[in-house]
């Protein structure tokens, strides 16, 4: 009676070693996306906030007394990092006199800030941008 009783269990077990694989088969896809979703978009609001970092800073300098549209590049060259500097585009709006509005917006690939992790499921950085515009009062 107890060597039938072994035997079934040992059956049973063997049927139901491949359930735990097959699991793992149908989750660790869905995983592996969530995870790489995870870290495309830490690196992209890392990134928004050193581009929204630059516009401000550029503006500030914007408003100073002579400032030229090279030293407003100059500024956003300074804060943001050397990976996105192949993709930097300035625009600026100097105020010729003091109490002028004065507006300064910075542009950046997303490419340069992320690797393209989800292009597989349709979701591409490709022609996307990381844009901020920062408005102040000249001086």
Known sequence: MVG????????HKHRRSGVLSMELVLTLPILALLLAGLLEFT?????RGEVVEA???AARKATLPGATLEDVEDE????????????????????????D???????VDMNAASPDLLWPIGYSLQ??????ESCMVRE
Do not use: D, Y
């Open 4 to 11: 039938t009783l072994r035997s079934k269990m040992a059956r």
């Open 43 to 47: 690196l992209l609001f890392f990134a």
């Open 55 to 57: 516009s401000r800073v």
């Open 76 to 99: 956003v060259f300074k804060v943001l990092h050397p990976r996105f500097h192949q993709s930097i585009q300035v625009a600026a709006e100097l105020g010729e006199k003091s109490g």
């Open 101 to 107: 509005v004065v507006a300064v917006v910075v542009t």
């Open 127 to 132: 022609g996307r941008s990381l844009l901020s």
